[in-house]
């Protein structure tokens, strides 16, 4: 071969391959540009639609088609050169294609496909209803190592349009092609994973906010359960604190009056946590408050309990204590296999005598002290409420004197964490005790500034409940 011939030849490679790089150059700017652009989701179709104008840019091509292929050699994706198709149409085209015709050809034996004339190549077939003429016809196969990516099929209205040479280029172009059409595939998978994230996120935040409003609704019922008013007592001072970690809690506190002028208070907290100890708590609350005889339900009075006498105070106290007995019985015996229990204190006060008579089932003791130091604990007088049925309760009767205070506690005060992790304890909660208070509300306050110090921005775990009495000074 002549130096000259070996000099046009090596240009005209370069050329090619020049040609091919700015190809590849073009696809993947546009590919960038249809990822940023607002219509993400047609990236993959836009750039197969580039792909075939550049293609017929390259090749003087009028029209033609390309089809994405799996492994399997199915088609995934496809721009016809029939744009204007059914569904079915579409189906019925891409079959015959690929069973009779060029694609077909190309997609079995992954090589170039050049018709020069299509009335001489029985790889040629004339669809139905074809509204265009081809003369000539180009097909490339756009492969990415050894995979099958896709096929191009380009077309032209007149015999010859299409040589080897066209052909040579279209076959080294392809490779650059097949780099866009792969990152573009890659990335509509990847966009439409994202997508449907989004949609599961959608539908989340869609039924968190649901729940939350169902939840804020059971909060608000819950809220009602507790005391919207406490009893004011001659002499006496009755305060409480409640702070649930969650939006439902198990703690609950409660005070009432009962037959004889006396007033039960009670303190509790519902095993777990949530939705199931909100209920259960709900049930402890209404059962103590119904067994014990209580005359009054938040004014409203109830028919044939009015009838007690002033000297039968002694046989209505027992009598009202012995409502822990059974509300255990009924828990136990109704919603045993739920296995739900609760610490619970039920303490009937005598605010005449000072007397308190309690019932304490497996409570954390309660505290009665005084400015000179603890003078009792009432410690726990039977077991959790609600575990099994026939539990023993016993009865204990403490005094309370002028200036006296009795203060009771859920776990959640001694066991609430700082961010060190490190508990509040009982330790702590008791010297807050020897500080002076002249109420049960400011006692309440000094224990609840204390334990919000040392959680700061800890997540609090337990509900946090205190109830405080305080029998105020004779002079």
């Not at 089932?361 to 002290?369: D, K, M, N, S, V």
């Amino acid at each position: 071969m002549k130096e000259p011939d070996k000099l046009e030849q090596e240009l005209n490679r370069l050329k090619s391959e020049k040609s091919a790089l700015q190809v590849q150059s073009r696809l993947l700017d546009n590919f960038v540009s249809f990822a940023r652009s607002s219509a993400k989701e047609h990236v993959l179709t836009r750039l197969l639609q580039k792909t075939l104008e550049v293609s017929a840019e390259l090749t003087g091509a009028d029209k033609g088609s390309l089809f994405l292929v799996d492994k399997k050699g199915a088609v995934t994706d496809s721009i016809l050169t029939r744009a204007d198709t059914t569904p079915e149409q579409r189906s019925r085209i891409i079959g015959q294609v690929f069973d009779e015709g060029l694609a077909g050809w190309v997609r079995r034996n992954r090589k170039v496909g050049l018709i020069e004339d299509t009335r001489d190549d029985e790889r040629w077939v004339n669809l139905p209803n074809q509204p265009y003429t081809v003369g000539s016809a180009l097909a490339v196969p756009v492969l990415r190592a050894d995979n099958l990516l896709g096929i191009i099929t380009l077309l032209h209205d007149k015999p010859g349009q299409f040589n080897q040479e066209t052909a040579d280029l279209m076959l080294l172009t392809a490779g650059q092609i097949g780099s866009a059409l792969e990152n573009a595939r890659l990335y509509s998978k990847l966009d439409d994973s994202y997508r449907s994230l989004e949609q599961a996120k959608h539908k989340i935040e869609t039924y968190s906010k649901a729940l939350h409003a169902e939840m804020e609704k059971g909060r608000k019922i819950q809220r009602d359960f507790l005391p919207a008013q406490i009893p004011q007592l001659p002499g006496w001072e009755i305060a409480f604190y409640f702070h649930p970690a969650r939006q439902v809690s198990g703690d609950f506190y409660d005070a009432f009056l009962l037959p004889g002028d006396l007033v039960g208070l009670v303190i509790a907290d519902v095993c777990d946590k949530g939705v199931g100890s909100a209920l259960f708590m709900a049930l402890f609350r209404s059962l103590i408050r119904v067994f014990s005889g209580q005359i009054n339900l938040q004014g409203v009075s109830v028919p044939g309990t009015d009838n007690h006498s002033s000297d039968s105070s002694g046989d209505e106290l027992y009598q009202a204590l012995h409502a822990v007995s059974l509300t255990n019985d009924y828990i136990a015996q109704e919603h045993g296999e739920e296995g739900m229990f609760a610490t619970l204190f039920f303490g009937v006060l005598d605010p005449q005598s000072g007397k308190l008579t309690y019932v304490n089932g497996g409570h954390e003791a309660l505290i009665l002290f005084n400015q000179s130091g603890i003078k009792e604990r009432l410690k726990a007088t039977g077991p959790v409420v609600g575990m099994m049925t026939e539990m023993e309760y016993s009865v204990q009767q403490v005094q309370m004197e002028p200036d006296d205070f009795l203060i009771g506690y859920t776990d959640g005060v001694t066991e609430a964490m700082s961010p060190e992790n490190k508990l509040f304890s009982k330790k702590r909660f008791l010297s807050l005790l020897e500080k002076p208070a002249v109420s049960a509300s400011q006692l309440i306050e000094q224990i609840k500034i204390d334990i919000f110090n040392h959680i700061g921005d800890a997540p609090q775990f337990d509900d946090i409940t205190m109830i405080a009495v305080h029998r105020e000074s004779q002079e």
